[in-house]
């Protein structure tokens, strides 16, 4: 199978970008979150400025990674398009990657102003409120990051092309061009 080094490149290009959106959410939930919640002489809101100074830092890092997943996605999208089933695919990949960029952009404009206005206020029911649907967000778009990397994963899959089905022999011998121009004169 030859391939070009564009193709290549931009593959590339969107594993990164997956990895570092995928992965900068989890390290944040999976490691800074617990470490931070559990080290002592923090008080609650420290650890949660931790943990939100930490998402804000990765929220530039994000829309980059998202806007160069659907750059490459659209770019590499005429290599899909000799298989309908392929096609398809890459557009749920797609559909799925614009999901999770628009779930990131809604968690950095919307809901972390609302938080920081919440905590400023000392109004913890309504900070609790957006904490929860801020994590509930980040769970889906792990979810769809997740998809999103299965769905790139088989895309990538060598696919085999079947052999052209053999002629089937007819029960009559193929004759001559001739032979059979000269029949259809003579009729």
Not at 19 to 28: A, D, N
Not at 128 to 133: I, N, S
Not at 154 to 165: D, E
Request: with cysteine; glycine share 4%; proline share 6%.
């Amino acid at each position: 199978m030859k391939r070009t080094i564009l193709p290549t490149i931009l593959d590339t290009l969107h594993a990164l970008a997956l990895v570092l959106w995928l992965g900068g959410i989890v390290v944040i939930r999976a490691i800074v979150a617990p470490a931070a919640f559990h080290v002592t002489g923090l008080t609650k809101m420290q650890a949660g400025s931790v943990v939100g100074e930490s998402l804000r830092r990765l929220g530039p890092a994000i829309e980059v990674c998202g806007i160069v997943m659907v750059a490459v996605q659209f770019l590499v999208r005429r290599r899909y398009m000799r298989s309908r089933t392929l096609f398809l695919t890459d557009s749920v990949r797609q559909v799925l990657t614009l999901g999770a960029l628009l779930l990131a952009e809604y968690g950095k404009y919307i809901l972390f102003p609302a938080l920081d206005a919440a905590r400023a206020a000392n109004n913890m029911v309504a900070f609790d409120q957006a904490h929860h649907l801020y994590s509930t967000l980040a769970m889906v778009q792990v979810w769809l990051l997740f998809a999103v990397a299965v769905l790139t994963a088989w895309l990538q899959l060598p696919r085999v092309t079947p052999a052209p089905a053999p002629a089937t022999p007819s029960a009559e011998p193929a004759k001559p061009a001739a032979s059979r121009a000269i029949r259809r004169a003579a009729k």
